[in-house]
């Protein structure tokens, strides 16, 4: 555990806070994509099945835990509690467009073939590009209320963060996982833009718009 | 050539 890793797990943890917080307060899950919950919760499922069979510590542990039970929380929000709410005109991507090219590279490209290690190389590369149905939805309706702003901020940065954790853990500890490492990269340069928006107009407390 | 996932990393 180091400085970076830290932050970036808390920066993930704070992102599904805001997230839950947001539907929850507003009765209301406008604007958000449920695609990219459906996916997140797809990672998190394929990714922590290791629960059961490895044990790392208990932060490790009760962290899985979280992002697992939260992942289903919100998918009850938005597909059940406030379905009302979801936008699901505007939610078009087809995620099987994601799913199963992800699927493929992880048979192809892994550690080692076991199961557990497959289904876990699937979900680092499903969670590169999970986000690609809520920018989608963005750039359709051109628009992000600011508390879906700082949501897709701090869930961008935790990625973001987990590279220095790597840079950290490569030269500190020669410890590296080339895997996690460029699909990590892939998944910060996708916010790369939507950084871009958020610096130059939500933190100077103008909404979230696209030029037409 | 790739160093083992050590499952430590969320």
Known sequence: MNIFRLTGDLAHLLAIIILLLKIWKTRSCAGISGKSQILFAIVYTTRYLDLVTTFVSAYNTLMKIFFLASSYATMYLIYIKFKATYDHNHDTFRIEFLVAPAFVLAMLITHAYTLLEVLWTFSIYLESVAILPQLFMVSKTGEAESITSHYLFALGSYRALYILNWIYRYVMENNYDLIAIVAGIVQTVLYCDFFYLYVTKVLKGKKLQLPA | ?10
């Open chain 2, 1 to 10: 050539l790739l160093q083992e996932n050590d499952h430590d990393e969320l």
